[in-house]
Structures are given as C-alpha cells and as structure tokens.
C-alpha cells in the first residue's frame, strides 16, 4: 500500500497519560499536515512539517501538543497529559514536494483517540 | 480568514434520483482550488472532485459535478443517480497556497442519507 499510513487506527488512553499518534507519508512526498476533526465536525489544521522542520502550527494548541517529522521514520503527533477533550480523530495528510503543484493532499484513514 | 460554508447538515435523496450539496467561500485571492470529499462511516477522506478556480469549465467525475459560480463563490456538488454507496459525509474543502505550501480549510460537512 503506497498510501499516506496512519497507526494505531484506534488509541485508547486515560486522562493523563501520553498518546502518540504515527503517519508516514505517500512514498515521494515531504510534506505532512496534521488535522483534528472533533465529532461532528470538519477537519480543523492543526500543523503542517516538511523533514526535520515545523513549517506551520498555527492551529495547534499552545500546550501539551507537539509534532515532529524526523529524517527517518514518520511524523509523530504527541499529546501530553491528554484530558476528555482530546477524544477526536486525528487525520495526517501529506503532498509532494515542490511549490505550486496541482496535486491534492492525500489522506490517511486517520486515528481515532478516545480518552476515557 | 478563509471560511467554508456548508449551510446544509443533512440532505436525503432517493436511490437514482439527483442531490446537490451547496458550499460557500470567502476569500480575496483569485488562485485556488476547490474539492469535495466523501467520509463514510469508515471514517476515510475520499476524494470526490476537484476544481481549479482559473478554469471557468466546471469539473465533472462520472456521476459526480460541480456548479463552480467564482464571482458568487459558490461550489456546489451534483450527484447524479444516487447510489445507496454514496451515503457518507460530504466535506467541501479550500485550499491556497501560503508560504509555499498549501493551506486547506474544510467547511462542516453535509451528512447525505440516500432512500432504497
């Protein structure tokens, strides 16, 4: 599968703890974006990452929050001391690189993190 | 700011008859693109159409069309002979380019119920 990859599908945590959230993007392509869809609503951007760089994080909450996209492996979405509120799916895109291209961003199936 | 409108929560439509979903945007730039996505239950962003906002022709994908009124700003969906396999949520989505990268905004989705 040369998709955009996105595990766990579903992360269970407790209030408190740490969730990590994995992506590793389309073969080829070195821009990743993070979006959050709470229930019942559209996919809010969260932060976007080219290798080894934080471009954009501008809808990303100031605390707790954090992502990073290494050299190798993939993007790393981490929550911190997660609370109820957290409880969404987390969707990670990613596109090609070079500016102005015409392609979309292509979607993983996201996960779903749910904070009992 | 950009915001996406998408003034219809839910929609039904009967198998084999037409449906249109309506969005709305606001922007002042004049270089962009415009898509729809399909969520089902699964919870997948799947790519419906796209349309670049320099062409005037608007986009079509088998069943699916798109009535893109630039001056209005209005992008509206067509789904023409319902299947029971297009109930999903519908994401009409704006993206532009800031910075070298795109920047995407998702409006909040229209939930589509299609009737055996």
């Known amino acids: 599968n040369a998709g955009v990859m996105q595990n766990p599908r579903h992360l269970v945590r407790r209030r408190g703890q740490e969730a990590r959230l994995r992506c590793s993007p389309m073969?080829?392509?070195?821009?990743v974006y993070w979006y959050r869809q709470l229930p019942e609503e559209g996919l809010k951007f969260m932060v976007y990452l080219q290798k080894e760089n934080i471009i954009d994080e501008s809808g990303m909450p100031k605390e707790r929050f954090s992502a990073e996209f290494p050299k190798e492996g993939p993007s790393i979405l981490r929550i911190q001391q997660v609370v109820r509120g957290d409880s969404a799916a987390y969707f990670c895109a990613s596109s090609p690189l070079g500016s102005y291209s015409n392609q979309p961003q292509h979607f993983g199936d996201g996960t779903r993190l749910s904070i009992l | 700011a950009q915001t996406v409108t998408q003034s219809q929560p839910e929609m039904s439509v009967q198998e084999a008859e037409t449906v249109t979903l309506s969005c709305t945007y606001d922007?002042?730039?004049?270089?962009?693109?415009l898509f729809w996505y399909k969520q089902p239950p699964s919870r997948q962003m799947i790519l419906v159409i796209r349309?670049?906002?320099?062409?005037?022709q608007n986009a079509t994908e088998n069943r699916f069309s798109v009535n893109f009124q630039k001056a209005a700003k209005s992008f509206s969906l067509k789904i023409s002979d319902s299947q029971l396999g297009d109930a999903a949520m519908y994401f009409c989505a704006y993206r532009r380019w800031s910075g070298g990268y795109q920047k995407v905004t998702f409006g909040t989705g229209t939930k589509l119920q299609v009737i055996p």
């Open positions: 073969k080829g392509h070195s821009h």
């Open positions: 922007t002042s730039e004049s270089d962009y693109y």
């Open positions: 349309q670049e906002a320099y062409k005037q």
